[in-house]
């Protein structure tokens, strides 16, 4: 049986056809999967009784099984089980007039911050595109309201599983999808340079936010952290970030997660701005207080550091946000999901 989510429109089309379907159906069985969020067929009322039941024998819509769903005040953390036993974590934020849904990209991530406890276990595997749509799909159905931006900034490196990763985002930002806007959709990178130049290239990746995980604001420091920055060097991550082809008032987040007394001195501060000075109308930065994890020796600054930091970087005309309104948890728990595949084995 194939799931629906693995097709664009067009190969949908294509797919109707060969089930000897008008292509036309094929909008509108998506319109009632992406904008009703019917997911059995036989509620599809404009499609005549019996291709419903061909298309129940023909296809499903969920892939993914939900585990668990975890509510705090901001936030619900949704756990999933893909059909190979893999567990992966989706985050929907409440955010003061609208929801954000932070989705995975892979199962577990080959990058190996050392500050994040996803990188742990290494990569597992890539997440298909129904994957990855079918984690919008579930918590959209379960949400209080539409889901006005998501954010792939949950477990992987999204730019890593390229492919996957845009089909779903075509999925989601044209109108026979699920038709949110290309502005409220992010990536967020540890800065594969290669990936960064052929997302500049790409039509539909280009125009969406841009989010990259600096982290560090010199080499040795950052290559320390993050292990890809030997191959993905700072300097040349910084032109290719200047580099994309934005409109002018168009800015790309650099993110950077302060960890105390490793990354988080007015010293490293300047050192940041002066990073980015000298394009300073191409970037805003979001600084994350890092979120402790137990099994990872860093700690978060207290929050005057946090504030001295954001000041160096302001004196420099920088715009600089601390992303903490939501409740300490939140975004850290996005940036922070891992896989708990082998626990739940064990069990
Ligand atoms: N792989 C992508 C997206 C997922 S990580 C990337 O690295 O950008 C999303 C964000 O969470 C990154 O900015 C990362 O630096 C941050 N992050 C990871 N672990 C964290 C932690 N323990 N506390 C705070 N932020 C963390
Ligand atoms: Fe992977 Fe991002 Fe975690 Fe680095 S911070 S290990 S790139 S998920």
Redesign the pocket.
């Known amino acids: 049986m194939e799931i629906l989510a693995s097709y664009n429109l067009q190969e949908l089309r294509v797919k109707f056809q060969e089930l000897g379907f008008e292509p036309y159906r094929a909008n509108q069985v998506l319109g009632w999967v992406y904008r009703k969020f019917k997911d059995n067929f036989q509620e599809m009322t404009d499609i005549p009784k019996e291709q419903r039941t061909l298309l129940s024998q023909a296809f499903r819509v969920h892939t993914l099984k939900p585990v668990e769903r975890i509510e705090t005040k901001d936030s619900v953390k949704y756990i999933f089980r893909t059909e190979d036993g893999s567990i992966i974590e989706t985050v929907l934020i409440f955010e003061r007039d609208h929801l954000t849904l932070c989705l995975s990209s892979q199962v577990g991530?080959a990058?190996g911050?050392k500050?994040?406890?996803?990188a742990k276990d290494g990569l597992f595997r890539n997440l298909t595109t129904a994957e990855i749509v079918d984690q919008y799909l579930w918590v959209q159905k379960d949400a209080p309201s539409r889901i006005r931006n998501v954010v792939?900034?949950?477990?992987?490196?999204?730019l890593a599983n390229y492919e996957a990763v845009r089909k779903a985002v075509e999925i989601m930002v044209n109108p026979w999808g699920i038709g949110l806007s290309k502005r409220r959709v992010s990536i967020?990178?540890?800065g594969l340079i290669s990936q960064l130049k052929r997302m500049a290239q790409d039509p539909l990746l280009r125009e969406l936010n841009l989010?990259?995980?600096v982290?560090a604001p010199y080499q040795y420091l950052r290559e320390l952290l993050m292990p890809i920055s030997k191959t993905n060097n700072l300097k040349e991550l910084m032109q290719t970030l200047a580099d994309h082809p934005y409109p002018p008032d168009r800015r790309i987040m650099l993110?950077y997660?302060l960890i105390k007394d490793i990354n988080d001195s007015e010293a490293h501060a300047r050192a940041f701005a002066q990073l980015i000075v000298p394009y300073r109308n191409k970037f805003k930065v979001n600084l994350?207080?890092?979120?402790?994890?137990p099994s990872?020796a860093f700690e978060r600054p207290s929050m005057e550091r946090v504030y001295a930091f954001q000041e160096v970087l302001r004196s420099h005309h920088i715009s600089t946000f601390i992303r903490l309104s939501k409740g300490v948890d939140v975004?850290?728990a996005?940036?922070?999901l891992r896989s708990k595949r082998l626990e739940l084995v064990v069990k």
């Open positions: 991530c990058v911050c500050f994040c406890a996803t792939f900034m949950g477990m992987g490196e999204p967020s990178t540890s989010a990259v995980s982290n993110e997660v994350i207080p890092y979120n402790p994890d990872i975004f850290g996005c940036g922070q």
